[in-house]
């Protein structure tokens, strides 16, 4: 059961592979945004400075605007890591395949880059810690950052994994999100917690808290068939809190697990698009 458990950890977090150190990190982001025509921002964002990656050829037009995961976050179960940048970054490359004109990429918290007050970037922020008011905080001068900048009229939300409740809880104070969608997405973190026998992140904010202020958003939710990570049943508890909406939809992906399955699929799933349905 323990090993069971700690393959789960690890997979959420991200595996230890090549390119380990954070220059070799970065260098792999690098070559994935080129190969999708992305340009690198730094975007200074209340105690942050977040790492985008962003093609942005349509002013007046809606954005697609990608979250990555957790990243890197623990070494094994008992072990967390010195720094959370991923060593392969999925929603990167998700957003390296996606066509849209406007197409931005924001990592996470001390990925890529750090923080702008002085020494280490606190843990606590890839920890228990990681969508504490002050993180969500930042992804709205993010976007505030973008709309201003780039003329973006609105935002198509994508989170993949822990990412997808960093998107749900910016969007819950915004006016401007077009739509949501999530890769392997943790929505609910109370049923993930049950689900896996860990404590929670009791310094962050619940996405679930927030599934009934967004129902009414057109949501598009991507779920791996062969995810042991972040199960059919966390959706099913971001569905449940939602109440009954015609807003809300998931696809299960059959063949995809937590990390693997999605970029061969992605250019056919987005084709999904998020709406309200209404039915007779």
């Known amino acids: 059961m323990l090993n069971k458990k700690l393959a789960i950890f690890i997979a959420l977090t991200g595996s230890l592979t090549a390119c380990s150190t954070l220059t070799g990190r970065h260098d792999t982001a690098a070559q994935i945004a080129a190969a999708g025509g992305l340009h690198e921002r730094i975007i200074p964002a209340g105690i942050f400075n977040l790492t985008a990656w962003e093609r942005t050829g349509e002013p007046g037009a809606p954005a697609d605007v990608y979250i990555e995961g957790d990243g890197l976050a623990w070494l094994n179960k008992y072990t967390k890591s010195l720094n959370p940048t991923p060593p392969d970054p999925l929603a990167l490359r998700l957003a390296a395949l996606d066509k849209n004109n406007n197409v931005i990429y924001i990592a996470r918290p001390c990925q890529y880059t750090g923080w702008n007050n002085a020494g280490a970037c606190p843990d606590r922020y890839w920890t228990n810690a990681r969508t504490a008011p002050e993180v969500i905080e930042a992804y709205r001068q993010v976007l505030d950052n973008l709309k201003a900048a780039d003329h973006i009229t609105a935002f198509n939300l994508i989170g993949y994994s822990g990412g997808a409740a960093v998107a749900i809880l910016a969007a819950a104070e915004r006016t401007d999100i077009a739509s949501l969608r999530t890769v392997a997405g943790n929505t609910d973190y109370a049923v993930f917690s049950a689900l896996h026998g860990v404590s929670a992140v009791d310094a962050s904010q619940a996405p679930e808290d927030m599934a009934l202020k967004l129902a009414h958003l057109p949501q598009q939710h991507f779920i791996g068939g062969k995810d042991a990570v972040v199960q059919a049943d966390i959706f099913n508890g971001w569905e449940r809190a939602s109440g009954a909406s015609a807003c809300i939809h998931s696809t299960v992906v ?15 799933l987005l084709e999904i698009r998020p709406e309200c349905k209404t039915y007779p």
């Not at 059959?254 to 056919?268: L, M, N, V």
């Open 254 to 268: 059959p063949e995809a697990s937590h990390d693997r399955g999605w970029t061969e699929k992605w250019q056919e």
